[in-house]
């Protein structure tokens, strides 16, 4: 009983630091394997894998206060349903045989939470401190990375914990983050936002001016963030385009495309010529924007996932990897886009619903442990 609570108290620890929004934090959640497979029974490892995934997303019970403007009782309620996925995987594939077994099961664990459908709540995987024990390596170090997680399972995880340790340790001494593409800016916004809210004339007014700010400086490409051009719509393309007309920039900005069954989250390439549609998220946050249960009941609304759809887009001569808010918390998505061989990350989010929590710096980090492992330039533009 005392080595079962001894290994909640720590995984909690675990979940809570690894997943603070510091970058060079993220390689913690390597103990997260080793504190699993130390369980002494299924029970313990099911509340091993619950402290750690309620302690890493502790964020989204206020994020749902927030964005709902509800009492936390459902946002207590919506944090305990995204963990069910995580304890449930972790909690039946756990054995008491030790060896290679015990870290094939884990592995198992490991892939179903990366990739659809179980991936799609596969938030806080250890996999993404790869990117800052082995910056540069790319998909070697992935492969260094999942071979850390498995020995953390085996009766040789001190050992594997002295060597990642020593990664860590060299990490912190030589890690410096992702740089901008020269001639690129990402620019942050605090609009604010409301649930149905979206961008109204003086947001685009406003946000013209950063544009044309940008332009002044000698930046040729401004990424703008998730939502900042709100509904895409005839009039609204018109009005960016004589804005931008004369100018020789080119702008990314998210916004959303409305038919009659839904919407898709998108980011737009922007001119004096109009504009474009340049991306289509893959996966939207699920109920709150993915609702495919609508489907069932013959209803329509929600925006709609493209779960493999447009891993690599071409923005200014560059192979992009793009990534919209909920898709930097998730693994498939980005490593899907690195099989293309991009040469630039291009990150987006509108958080304005994060307010008092550290679910922002947690995408930033994310997204900037795996621009270090592929070594890739990264933009960042959120909306706070």
């Given at each position: 009983m005392q080595k079962s609570a001894g290994l909640a108290v720590a995984a909690v620890a675990v979940g809570t630091v690894a997943w603070s929004g510091d970058p060079l934090a993220l390689p913690l959640a390597f103990a997260f394997p080793a504190l699993w497979a130390l369980a002494p029974s299924r029970l313990t490892a099911g509340i091993v894998s619950a402290g750690y995934f309620l302690a890493a997303s502790r964020g989204l019970p206020q994020g749902v206060v927030n964005f709902y403007g509800s009492g936390f009782g459902a946002g207590i309620g919506l944090w305990?349903?995204?963990a069910f996925a995580f304890v449930f995987v972790h909690a039946s594939l756990w054995t008491s045989r030790p060896g290679w077994r015990r870290a094939g099961?884990?592995?198992?664990?490991?892939?179903?939470?990366?990739?659809?459908?179980?991936?799609?709540?596969?938030?806080?995987?250890?996999?993404?401190?790869?990117?800052?024990?082995?910056?540069?390596?790319?998909?070697?170090?992935?492969a260094a990375g999942a071979i850390g997680l498995l020995a953390m399972t085996t009766r040789v995880w001190p050992i594997a914990s002295l060597v990642l340790g020593g990664a860590v340790a060299w990490s912190a001494v030589t890690w410096t983050a992702p740089i901008l593409p020269q001639g690129?800016?990402?620019?942050?916004?605090?609009?604010?936002?409301?649930?149905?809210?979206?961008?109204?004339?003086?947001?685009?007014?406003?946000?013209?001016?950063?544009?044309?700010?940008?332009?002044?400086?000698?930046?040729?490409?401004?990424?703008?963030?998730?939502?900042?051009a709100g509904i895409w719509t005839p009039t609204v393309e018109h009005l960016w385009a004589s804005e931008l007309a004369g100018l020789e920039i080119i702008?990314?900005?998210?916004?959303?495309?409305?038919?009659?069954?839904?919407?898709?989250?998108?980011?737009?390439?922007?001119?004096?010529?109009?504009?474009?549609?340049?991306?289509?998220?893959?996966?939207?946050?699920?109920?709150?924007?993915?609702?495919?249960?609508?489907?069932?009941?013959?209803?329509?609304?929600?925006?709609?996932?493209?779960?493999?759809?447009?891993?690599?887009?071409?923005?200014?001569?560059?192979?992009v990897a793009p990534l919209i808010c909920y898709e930097q918390l998730l693994i498939w998505p980005v490593l899907q886009s690195a099989l293309h061989s991009p040469n630039t990350i291009v990150a987006t989010g509108n958080g304005w619903w994060t307010e008092g929590t550290s679910i922002v710096a947690i995408q930033k980090a994310a997204v900037v442990a795996w621009g270090s492992l592929f070594g890739l330039p990264l933009v960042l533009s959120f909306n706070t």
């Open positions: 305990f349903a995204a099961r884990y592995g198992l664990a490991a892939v179903l939470m990366s990739v659809p459908p179980l991936g799609i709540v596969g938030w806080a995987h250890p996999i993404t401190g790869a990117g800052i024990l082995f910056p540069g390596w790319g998909w070697w170090g992935l690129w800016i990402g620019v942050d916004t605090k609009f604010g936002g409301e649930r149905g809210g979206n961008a109204g004339f003086f947001q685009h007014r406003e946000t013209n001016s950063v544009v044309k700010a940008a332009a002044a400086e000698g930046y040729e490409v401004v990424v703008l963030p998730e939502g900042a702008v990314n900005a998210g916004a959303i495309i409305v038919d009659e069954q839904g919407y898709d989250n998108v980011m737009i390439e922007l001119g004096s010529e109009g504009g474009s549609i340049l991306y289509r998220e893959r996966m939207p946050v699920p109920v709150s924007m993915w609702q495919p249960w609508l489907a069932l009941t013959g209803d329509v609304g929600g925006a709609r996932a493209h779960f493999f759809a447009n891993p690599i887009v071409e923005l200014a001569g560059r192979r």
